[in-house]
C-alpha cells in the first residue's frame, strides 16, 4: 500500500490525509480536488463569513506552512473525472492518471439547484466560497431575500441575513420548518426563534416559478397557491446531491452517495467518508449518510486507523453530532434524530433560550437535540445513546432533565 489517492479536498479528504501521516503512514498521498482553493471549512459560509465577521483567510482547515508539512502530492482545481477499478487508476480532468493501491473517495455534496434557474441573476446557492461571497455582496440593509427551504443552511442563512438588515421571507413546502430534519417539536420551537427576529416564514409554499425583471433578473417567485412573492435575491436551499458522476461507470456510484459496510469500504481497496459516503452503523443498525462536518473529521481518521493497522480493524459507529449557530443560539444535537417514533420535550423555558427534546425509536433512546446547553450537559445523554439505552430507563435518568 504505497500509493493513496484521495479525491476530495475538503474536511473528509484533508483529514485523512493527516490521519494517515499521524498514523505513521509514510508512502505516496495524492490529494486531488476540483475547487482551486487550499482546503478551507464550510460551516462559516453561512454564519461568520456572510456575516462579515470573517475574511476568507480564516477559513483556511489548515496553514500552508501544516499542509506543506504533509508531504502530499496535491492537485488542486483539476476535478477526477473517471474511475478504472480494474487498473486501479483516477483519470483527472487534463486526462492525467493518478494511479493508487488504495482509493478514498471525498467528493462530498453539492447544493440543489431549482429548476429553470441556472444562470438567472439574483439566484443563489451555497455550498462554496465563490457562492458565499456573492451572497454577501448582496445582503444589504432594506433588501429582500427570499429563501427557499427550511433546512440549517436556509435557517442560518435567514438568521445571518436579518442580522445584515436584510428583509427575509423563507418559504417551506411541508407545515413545519425542520420537521424531516429534527420532528415537528423542535421544528416548532425553531420556527418561533426565527419568527421573533422577524423573518417571514410561509409554510405548505409550493414553488412553481420566479418572475423576473426585463434585464432577466429574479424579481420574485411564484407559488402554487397563485402568490407572487417579490425578491431582490433568492437563495435556493433545498438540499443536496452526492458528487458521484466521476464514479459513473465504475459501478460504485449509487443512489444517494458511495455505498460502503461498516468499514467504510466500499470495494476492494476503495473507501469513502464524509458526505458523499452511505454507510453502515452497527450502533444504529441502520444505512446512513450524515452531512455534518464532525463525522467527516471522525470518519476519516476512522478510515486512516483502519487502513494502517488492517488487523486490528474497527466498524465505523459513532454517535453522528453537529451543531447549528442561530441568532446567537447554539443548537446542538447528538445521535439519528430521523424517522423517529416519538420525540418527547424534555425541557422548554418560556423564555425561549433552552430546549431540550429527546428522540426514540422502538424501546430505545436515538437521539437528543438541545439549545443553550453546554457540550458537558449533553454528555450524559450522549452515553446514553452510546450504550442503546432502553427508552424509560434514559428518560428516568437523574441527569436526564
Ligand atoms: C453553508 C454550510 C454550512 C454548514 N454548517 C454546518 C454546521 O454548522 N455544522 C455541521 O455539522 N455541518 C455544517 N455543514 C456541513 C459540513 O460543511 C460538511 O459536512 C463538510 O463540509 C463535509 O466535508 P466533506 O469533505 O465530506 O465534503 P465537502 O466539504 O463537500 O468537500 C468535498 C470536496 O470534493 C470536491 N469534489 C467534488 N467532486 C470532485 C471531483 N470529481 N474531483 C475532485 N474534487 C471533487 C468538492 O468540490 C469539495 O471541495 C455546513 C455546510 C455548508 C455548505
New binding site residues.
Given amino acids: 500500500m504505497n500509493r493513496i489517492a484521495i479525491?476530495?479536498?475538503?474536511?473528509?479528504?484533508?483529514?485523512t490525509a493527516e490521519a494517515l501521516r499521524r498514523t505513521g503512514y509514510q508512502g505516496t498521498i495524492t490529494l486531488?480536488?476540483?475547487?482551486p482553493e487550499m482546503?478551507y471549512?464550510?460551516?462559516?459560509?453561512?454564519?461568520q463569513l456572510l456575516a462579515g465577521q470573517w475574511t476568507p483567510s480564516r477559513l483556511a482547515l489548515r496553514s500552508e506552512a501544516d499542509i506543506e508539512a504533509l508531504g502530499l502530492d496535491l492537485r488542486l482545481g483539476?476535478?477526477?473525472?473517471a474511475l478504472d477499478l480494474a487498473r486501479r487508476v483516477v483519470t483527472?480532468?487534463d486526462d492525467t492518471p493518478v494511479p493508487y493501491d488504495t482509493l478514498i473517495i471525498?467528493?462530498?455534496?453539492?447544493?440543489r439547484r431549482l429548476p429553470g434557474t441556472d444562470g438567472v441573476a439574483g439566484v443563489h446557492t451555497?455550498?462554496?466560497l465563490p457562492d458565499?461571497l456573492t451572497l454577501k455582496d448582496r445582503l444589504v440593509p432594506g433588501r429582500h431575500l427570499v429563501i427557499v427551504g427550511a433546512g440549517?443552511?436556509g435557517a442560518?442563512?435567514a438568521a445571518t441575513a436579518r442580522g445584515l438588515g436584510v428583509r427575509v421571507t423563507l418559504l417551506e413546502s411541508g407545515p413545519v420548518p425542520l420537521a424531516l430534519a429534527v420532528g415537528e417539536e423542535a421544528g416548532r420551537f425553531l420556527t418561533s426563534l426565527h419568527q421573533q427576529h422577524g423573518v417571514d416564514i410561509r409554510t405548505g409554499a409550493t414553488v412553481t416559478g420566479i418572475a423576473r425583471t426585463a434585464a432577466g433578473a429574479v424579481s420574485g417567485i411564484q407559488l402554487a397557491d397563485g402568490a407572487l412573492v417579490p425578491a431582490d435575491d433568492v437563495l435556493v436551499a433545498i438540499g443536496?446531491t452526492p458528487?458521484t458522476?466521476?464514479l459513473s461507470g465504475s459501478g460504485l456510484a449509487g443512489r444517494d452517495g458511495v455505498s460502503c459496510d461498516e468499514y467504510c469500504a466500499v470495494a476492494d481497496g476503495v473507501y469513502a467518508?464524509?458526505?458523499?459516503?452511505r454507510w453502515y452503523n452497527p450502533l444504529f443498525g441502520a444505512e446512513m449518510r450524515?452531512?455534518?462536518?464532525?463525522?467527516?473529521a471522525e470518519q476519516a481518521l476512522a478510515v486512516a486507523r483502519n487502513l494502517v493497522a488492517p488487523q486490528a480493524r474497527r466498524p465505523f459507529a459513532p454517535v453522528p453530532?453537529?451543531?447549528?449557530?442561530q441568532y446567537g443560539t447554539r443548537i446542538q444535537a447528538y445521535g439519528c434524530l430521523r424517522d423517529h417514533d416519538e420525540a418527547v420535550v424534555i425541557e422548554a423555558d418560556p423564555n425561549g433560550r433552552t430546549f431540550l427534546v429527546a428522540y426514540r425509536k422502538d424501546d430505545r433512546l436515538v437521539g437528543v437535540l438541545a439549545t443553550g446547553k453546554t457540550p458537558k450537559t449533553l454528555r450524559p445523554w450522549r452515553a446514553r445513546i452510546t450504550a442503546r439505552a432502553p427508552w424509560t430507563a434514559a428518560l428516568n435518568h437523574p441527569t436526564a432533565a
Fill in positions: 479525491v476530495g479536498a475538503s474536511a473528509g479528504g484533508l483529514s486531488v480536488g476540483d475547487e482546503p471549512d464550510r460551516p462559516p459560509l453561512s454564519k483539476v476535478p477526477a473525472t483527472l480532468a471525498a467528493t462530498g455534496v453539492r447544493a451555497l455550498r462554496s458565499a440549517f443552511v442560518e442563512v443536496s458528487n458522476e466521476w467518508v464524509g458526505d458523499v459516503a450524515v452531512e455534518h462536518r464532525t463525522n467527516a453530532y453537529f451543531w447549528s449557530d
